[in-house]
C-alpha cells in the first residue's frame, strides 16, 4: 500500500528530500508521490511537517 500526499501539502519539498527511493516530485501545486516506486515505509509521514503524507 503506497502513500499519497493530501490537499494539505505546504509544497516545502521535506519529504521529498527525505524519501530513500526517491518516489515523491514536484508537482503542479503540490508534491506526489508515485504508487509504483514508493515502498510504504512511512518516512515521508514523519517528516512532514503538516501531516500531509497518508496512507492510502
Known amino acids: 500500500m503506497a502513500y499519497r500526499i493530501t490537499d494539505a501539502c505546504i509544497s516545502c519539498g521535506a519529504c521529498a528530500a527525505e524519501c530513500p527511493v526517491e518516489a515523491i516530485k514536484e508537482g503542479g501545486s503540490q508534491y506526489e508521490i508515485d504508487a509504483n516506486v514508493c515502498i510504504d515505509c512511512g518516512t515521508c509521514a514523519d517528516t512532514c511537517p503538516v501531516d500531509a ?4
Open 53 to 56: 503524507p497518508v496512507a492510502d
